[in-house]
């Protein structure tokens, strides 16, 4: 059974920094891809980033050069946010994909105070 589990949000202030964490029951490279989202109240669910199987990544326009994503080579993907700004309030999914079968985690919350 395949379950993700993210971590490592949290109530921050603004300029700060996060790692988030999502763990699977198997190896992180077991999946064709890994990927973050997030949803802030009120809006659609926005892709962040993604990392395939040879560790590869790639990020949405949004995000690009400020988030980074990277794996333990175990069962951990991360994703770091530094710089932490109000409107990156949101709660934060981990999504991945076992042949074309997609699994989410339960997401984290972030809150960013001004």
């Known amino acids: 059974q395949v379950r993700l589990v993210e971590s490592g949000g949290g109530l921050v202030q603004f300029g700060g920094s996060l790692r988030l964490s999502c763990t699977a029951s198997?190896?992180?490279?077991?999946?064709?891809?890994v990927a973050w989202y997030r949803q802030a109240p009120g809006k659609e669910r926005e892709w962040l980033a993604r990392m395939d199987a040879g560790g590869s990544t790639d990020y949405a326009d949004s995000v690009k050069g400020r988030f980074t994503m990277s794996s333990d080579r175990a069962n951990t993907a991360y994703l770091q946010i530094p710089s932490l700004k109000p409107e990156d309030t949101a709660v934060y999914y981990c999504r991945a994909f076992l042949g074309n079968v997609g699994y989410w985690g339960q997401g984290t919350q972030v809150t960013v105070s001004s």
């Open positions: 198997m190896s992180i490279f077991s999946f064709k891809v």
